[in-house]
């Protein structure tokens, strides 16, 4: 099983595709989560990716076609991968398009999450994650069970993203409204896009999402 994750930043698409990697055993493939990784690493790609990803804008189209071509032709996605934000851009769609026809590969299914704007304000501004295990929490909506304890994996530490700020997520959310949300039209056209409320909560968000899924 081969499908995206559609949604604005804050919509939940981490937090879901984690849930679905758990439960279907897939990899979760987020552009975000590799080029933090880079930034962190110092490498060219970081280098040419950090102010404009603090800028919350789009980083170039070549270089996250680049770091999925490569990530996809690792072992561990023969078995079904999630594409979390990724693609983007009607640009990356394409590509995406190709180099799954060049690989023999091809997708299920693109799943939109809905969620309404100032929604996702709060979302972000309360996001953090633990920093040993990458576990997502929010401090509204997903506190862990026991103040500054990671549910998973006992961690202690947490992390917020620098990016994370109000003014920041308002230049992300103009870049997804310019950008990314043509590609509703492009995988609705294509007969490819199935659509959850996700404003609801995040179990009741999985389970719309497993309907989606056991229906294919
Ligand atoms: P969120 O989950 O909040 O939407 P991400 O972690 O997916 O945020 O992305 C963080 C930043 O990384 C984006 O604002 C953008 O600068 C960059 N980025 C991530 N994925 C892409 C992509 N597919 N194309 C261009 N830039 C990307
Ligand atoms: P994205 O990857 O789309 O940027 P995340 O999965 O990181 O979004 O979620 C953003 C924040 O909102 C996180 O702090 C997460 O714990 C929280 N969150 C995710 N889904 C929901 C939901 N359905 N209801 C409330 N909070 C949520
Ligand atoms: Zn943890």
Request: charged share 30%; with cysteine.
């Amino acid at each position: 099983m081969n499908l995206i994750l559609l949604g604005p930043p804050g919509a939940g698409k981490g937090t879901q595709a984690k849930m679905i990697e758990d439960a279907l055993g897939i990899v979760q493939l987020s552009t975000g989560d590799m080029l933090r990784a880079a930034v962190a690493a110092g490498t060219e790609v970081g280098l040419k990716a950090k102010a404009v990803m603090e800028r919350g804008e789009l980083v170039s189209d070549d270089i996250v076609i680049g770091i999925i071509s490569e990530r996809i032709d690792e072992p561990d996605c023969a078995g079904g991968f999630i594409l979390d934000g990724f693609p983007r851009t009607v640009g990356q769609a394409e590509a995406l398009d190709v180099l799954l026809s060049d690989k023999d590969k091809k997708l299920n299914v693109v799943i939109e999450l809905k969620v309404d704007d100032e929604k996702l304000v709060e979302r972000i501004t309360g996001r953090f994650t633990c920093a040993k295990c990458g576990e997502g929490y929010h401090e509204t909506f997903k506190r862990p069970a026991e103040d500054d304890v990671c549910d998973k994996c006992g961690g202690t530490e947490f992390v917020r993203r620098k990016d994370d700020n109000e003014e920041t997520v308002r230049s992300r959310l103009t870049a997804y409204h310019a950008q990314t949300s043509p590609l509703i039209g492009y995988y609705g056209g294509a007969g490819m896009l199935r659509s959850v409320d996700g404003m609801a909560d995040i179990g009741v968000v999985g389970g719309q999402i497993t309907e989606v899924l056991n229906n294919l």
